[in-house]
């Protein structure tokens, strides 16, 4: 393998020089046979972790059965798939994607279609401030990462910005042009910053008394990811619109959208694509799903999820740190200084393992690691965590 050969890609982020080449669990290893310790799992991509036996045997199977019948037709995967979906949420409808941001625009695009049908065509969407909905030009303008709205300007209208945890902020916001408010339950990109249940109980009452939509945009908390099937299950309430991406499909390609009956509004020619619902994948979203709702399973996430912010409450207090947060094992700890972007570096650079985490921000380091990770390899992680602090700080 010779690292040369990259210049071929088109430089989009700044990567180590180094090339993964296999995984295992919560193991990755590079082309040197170096192995790491991973605690960003594609970023909460792999939630059964890095070559999971369901997923093998999914992909197996279904590759000598039918890989692409065109979207044109039904296949039995996608339609068992969408069936466990709805019956493990309050949705009824499931149309089927590639990626977070396919879902997401799919979302703007069903929201806006009903408000064309039952709100004289209102089409604003309110979003929130530090929100991250994707990278397509519709997703960015409704997210609110600072510099975005500049970068490929000008950015499509009708996404105005709230402040996140304040329901004044929405009401503000809101007129006869408005049809929906969108949020991550928890903000990843933004730092790993949970909605309160009680804003989430309010958004769902304004918006219910206002008569627009609430989606909710669960593409890195969805799957088990925040220790309930869908994170806006630990507040209560039913939302009208939901996005699925990263662990449906544990490591492949695979998105949904998913709405109330009430608001599948979609016509024939609105939506489409050439491999929604493609056999393949979703045959590994069954897998993935299958393994998540067994019993017991969920009850573990809880348990590594209560270990791990146990471990990074003890690392604040050691280090004078500003805590953790976050939900199952979608996580934050929160530095005191602007170093986190170095630790990560140490942490991927340990010999002879490495530990691979990532800084959403400066001072704050995040972990997404697989959904069935080990006590042991959390207290691994959390031990070297601590070792490297400890040499940074000297």
């Not at 009708?158 to 969108?182: C, H, R």
Request: glycine share 10%; net charge negative.
């Amino acid at each position: 393998m010779s690292l040369s050969d990259t210049n071929y890609l088109m430089d989009i982020t700044s990567r180590p020089e180094l090339i993964f080449v296999k995984g295992e669990g919560s193991w990755v290893e590079d082309q040197q046979g170096k192995r790491y310790l991973d605690m960003l799992q594609g970023w909460a991509v792999n939630c059964l972790g890095h070559n999971p036996q369901p997923i093998i045997d999914a992909l197996a199977k279904q590759s000598q059965l039918l890989i692409n019948p065109s979207p044109a037709f039904y296949n039995q995967p996608m339609i068992d798939l969408a069936k466990r979906l709805c019956d493990a949420s309050c949705f009824e409808r499931v149309f089927f994607a590639n990626s977070g941001a396919e879902a997401n625009e799919g979302a703007i695009k069903l929201a806006r279609k009903w408000g064309q049908k039952n709100r004289n065509g209102a089409y604003k969407i309110i979003s929130f401030g530090h929100a991250f909905h994707g990278r397509t030009l519709a997703t960015m303008s409704l997210s609110g990462k600072a510099g975005w709205d500049q970068m490929f300007a000008p950015q499509v209208d009708g996404f105005p910005k709230a402040e996140y945890n304040n329901i004044d902020s929405v009401k503000a916001l809101i007129d006869d042009q408005t049809v929906a408010v969108m949020l991550e339950p928890v903000q990843g990109e933004g730092g790993v910053i949970a909605a309160t249940k009680e804003f989430m109980q309010q958004l769902r009452e304004l918006t219910t008394e206002k008569g627009i939509l609430l989606i909710v945009d669960e593409v890195q908390t969805g799957m088990g990811r925040c220790g309930s099937m869908f994170a806006y299950q630990l507040s209560g309430i039913e939302p009208d619109i939901m996005t699925l991406a990263k662990g449906i499909g544990g490591g492949v390609p695979l998105a949904a959208l998913l709405a109330k009956e009430s608001v599948s509004v979609f016509e024939h020619g609105d939506q489409g694509g050439t491999y929604n619902g493609n056999p393949l994948m979703t045959a590994v979203g069954i897998a993935v799903f299958d393994t998540l709702a067994a019993d017991g399973f969920m009850d573990s996430v809880n348990e590594r999820a209560k270990q791990l912010s146990d471990g990074l409450i003890q690392l604040s207090e050691k280090w004078g740190f500003k805590g953790e947060r976050g939900e199952g094992l979608l996580r934050a700890l929160i530095l005191d200084k602007d170093d986190a972007p170095a630790i990560v570096e140490a942490a991927r650079n340990r010999s002879p393992e490495g530990l691979l985490l990532n800084a959403p921000r400066n001072n704050i380091l995040r972990f997404m690691p697989a959904l069935n990770i080990s006590q042991e390899e959390l207290a691994l992680s959390l031990l070297w965590l601590d070792e490297l602090i400890a040499q940074l700080r000297a």
